[in-house]
């Protein structure tokens, strides 16, 4: 079983950046498309970035532009670049495969964009 932890959250103000990482405790990390996902409070986790094992990505619209996702493979983490971030942006964010048959969710990270 993968173990994934999340990091990098925090309280920032409106048009800040924070930066995500996501660290896997297994090289078969390499071989899967990744997925960043978050959920605020009261909603349903949402799907923002993607990233497949040979780095081409995709975006929600509503972080297209501001957001950015990477991935190290010899270092088994994968990132999250988060630019110019808006309050509705608040929520904490997780990292699992992209699609189904998920690994065990980790703990996820809080990001909190308030001023």
């Known amino acids: 079983q993968v173990q994934l932890v999340e990091s990098g959250g925090g309280l920032v103000q409106p048009g800040g950046s924070l930066r995500l990482s996501c660290a896997a405790s297994?090289?078969?990390?390499?071989?899967?498309?990744m997925g960043w996902y978050r959920q605020a409070p009261g909603k349903q986790r949402e799907l923002v970035a993607t990233?497949?094992?040979?780095?081409?990505?995709n975006y929600v619209d509503s972080v297209k532009g501001r957001f950015t996702v990477s991935r190290d493979h010899a270092k088994r983490t994968m990132y999250l670049q988060m630019n110019s971030l808006k309050p509705e942006d608040t929520a904490v964010y997780y990292c699992?495969?992209?699609?189904?048959?998920?690994?065990?969710w980790g703990q996820g990270t809080q990001v909190t964009v308030s001023s």
């Open positions: 990233i497949s094992n040979n780095g081409r990505t």
């Open positions: 699992n495969k992209d699609g189904s048959s998920f690994w065990e």
């Open positions: 297994t090289s078969i990390f390499s071989f899967f498309a």
